[in-house]
T-cell receptor, first 112, second 115 residues
Framework: QQKVQQSPESLIVPEGGMASLNCTFS?????YFWWYRQHSGEGPKALM?????GDKKEGRFTAHLNKASLHVSLHIKDSQPSDSALYFC????????????FGQGTKLSIKP | GPKVLQIPSHQIIDMGQMVTLNCDPV?????FYWYKQILGQQMEFLVN????????KSKLFKDQFSVERPDGSYFTLKIQPTALEDSAVYFC?????????????FGSGTRLTVL
């Protein structure tokens, strides 16, 4: 049974700072990795995905994947107050499923 | 961006009653999902649905649960009868395809309270 664990549970970062969120997964057959963001009162929204080892950058957001270490991370540069939200890591097992296994989330607060 | 609408946002019912949660997926999407989130815990996959059929369901998708999308209208999750442990936020999602690279678009959720 795939387990997805996120750390930290919550994080406070000053405006303009770097936020780093971590996620570990248990199944070495995991193929695709997503980061979702959920603002209060809304549903989760896909931020970015990664499936190859290494870094993937999209604007201020960089995802890093290390399958050997069963680890994926998200780094947010120049954090803005609008980045304050709940961030979920989600993992899929194979290329033919849309089924996501979610972590429990990291609550990110950006302090002006 | 694409929007998934869920109606109602909050529903309170007595244990043993039937409840139907409604989802209006993104208009050209073909695959539909329900996820369940108990307060303070992660979202968990319940079921996915394509072409009028359940493709896969988890152990959380009890016999009392059913899904359908009659004639391209709402994608619904019906629970009959409800139990106390069904209290949770239910998220509907849709996607264009079913590959792992497909983006799932989620609604804002329906908070179900079973008394």
């Amino acid at each position: 049974q795939q387990k997805v664990q996120q750390s930290p549970e919550s994080l406070i970062v000053p405006e303009g700072g770097m936020a780093s969120l971590n996620c570990t997964f248990s199944d070495r057959n995991s193929q695709y990795f997503w980061w979702y963001r959920q603002h209060s009162g809304e549903g989760p929204k896909a931020l970015m995905s990664i499936f190859s080892n290494g870094d993937k950058k999209e604007g201020r957001f960089t995802a890093h994947l290390n399958k050997a270490s069963l680890h994926v991370s998200l780094h947010i540069k120049d954090s803005q107050p609008s980045d304050s939200a709940l961030y979920f890591c989600a993992v899929t097992l194979n290329y033919n499923q849309g089924k996501l296994i979610f972590g429990q989330g990291t609550k990110l607060s950006i302090k002006p | 961006g694409p929007k998934v609408l869920q109606i109602p946002s909050h529903q309170i019912i007595d244990m043993g009653q039937m409840v139907t949660l409604n989802c209006d997926p993104v208009s050209n999407h073909l695959y539909f999902y329900w996820y369940k989130q108990i307060l303070g815990q992660q979202m968990e996959f319940l079921v996915n649905f394509y072409n009028g059929k359940v493709m896969e369901k988890s152990k959380l998708f009890k016999d009392q649960f059913s899904v359908e999308r009659p004639d391209g209208s709402y994608f619904t999750l019906k629970i009959q009868p409800t139990a106390l442990e069904d209290s949770a936020v239910y998220f509907c999602a849709s996607s264009l395809g079913t590959g792992a690279a497909e983006t799932l678009y989620f609604g804002s959720g329906t908070r179900l309270t079973v008394l």
